[in-house]
């Protein structure tokens, strides 16, 4: 337990157990709310009595995770938009406007909303829209939902943003190659833009999560037998990275593998080289690649 907890978390448990999360009464807005772990973090943080708002781009999706939270007691508003219509007056330019209309702020971003490609690069040549979409859901989506609560969080002098990231950012995978770069962008944007709010009470949080089963990772045969979270377990990371306001988390292996790629580059290099060639292409990854 203590190996996932920061020493803040820890302090609140142990020291004072019966304290109020800090996201009760507040306003937190959950994209991707509608399966995996961003559902399962929805759940969570309405069951510390804050106000949910569940973004999805499928349409009936987000009404079914509010009358799950509603059946618990809890608060939600449901919202579809699909965050990659990026364009001046476009689906997440409107979400904006509609949010601040009917709740006057959002508190609390969380920033999960996501696709992951596992795809090697042989099969990658004539599909540069993999780049592209990977750029639009993992960054472009974000930044500027990120873009239109900022200011009014800076002008309230209360925010914090958690991005659901990758160990990836950390561990540079092969197979991973747009995913991951789309997930660092987000990463390293947020890192820089909470120095220039930090003095505003506003911040961002990095989530660096290693294999989790949900929906996206359930197509990679390999991964099925590997050890990986629970979304609830996910979610449990989430509200802490929530209450807890750290820079980063990030898992152990994550950690050293940031070190190794650091250290001993081109042996990092030869080691993922190795174990890339046990895991091959997922029959779907293969299947979509004949594909246009
Ligand atoms: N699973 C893992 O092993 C793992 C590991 C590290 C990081 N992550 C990250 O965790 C996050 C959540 O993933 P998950 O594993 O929980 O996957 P998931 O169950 O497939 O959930 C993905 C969510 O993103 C939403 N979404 C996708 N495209 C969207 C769009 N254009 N507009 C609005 N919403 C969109 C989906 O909503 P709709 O279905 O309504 O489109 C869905 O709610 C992702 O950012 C992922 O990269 C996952």
């Known amino acids: 337990m203590l190996l996932f907890e920061t020493p803040k978390a820890w302090a609140r448990r142990v020291l004072r157990p019966a304290a109020p999360s800090p996201l009760a009464g507040r306003t937190v807005l959950v994209t991707g709310a509608s399966s995996g772990i961003g559902e399962a973090t929805a759940v969570a943080v309405a069951a510390r009595g804050a106000t949910v708002l569940l973004v999805a781009r499928r349409a009936d999706e987000p009404a079914r995770v509010r009358e799950r939270i509603e059946a618990s007691g809890g608060r939600a508003a449901a919202y579809v938009c699909d965050l990659t219509d990026v364009a001046d007056g476009g689906a997440v330019d409107l ?108 911040t961002f949080t990095n989530v660096r999560f290693a294999l989790v089963h949900t929906p996206m ?5 390999a991964y099925r037998r590997l050890p990986g979270r629970s979304p609830e377990e996910a979610a449990a990371t989430v509200v802490r990275a929530l209450e807890d306001r750290p820079v980063t988390v990030s898992t ?33 990854a293969q299947a979509s690649a004949r594909k246009p």
């Open 217 to 221: 990772s359930a197509p990679t045969e």
């Open 95 to 202: 979400l904006v406007k509609r949010v601040l209309d009917e709740h006057g702020a959002v508190d609390y971003l969380v920033n999960n909303a996501g696709r992951s490609i596992r795809r090697s690069l042989s099969l990658s040549y004539d599909r540069f829209h993999d780049v592209e979409r990977s750029m639009a859901i993992n960054f472009l989506g974000p930044v500027r939902l990120t873009l239109g609560l900022l200011p009014s969080m800076r002008e309230r002098r209360f925010g914090h943003v958690v991005n659901v990231v990758t160990w990836g950012v950390q561990m540079k995978a092969p197979k991973f190659t747009a995913y991951i770069a789309s997930k660092t962008a987000l990463d390293v944007w947020s890192r820089a833009a909470g120095r220039e709010t930090y003095g505003d009470n506003v």
């Open 252 to 284: 152990l292996p994550g950690r050293v593998g940031e070190v190794l790629n650091l250290v001993a580059p081109r042996l990092s290099d030869a080691a993922f080289h190795r174990l890339d060639r046990r895991m091959p292409d997922s029959r779907a």
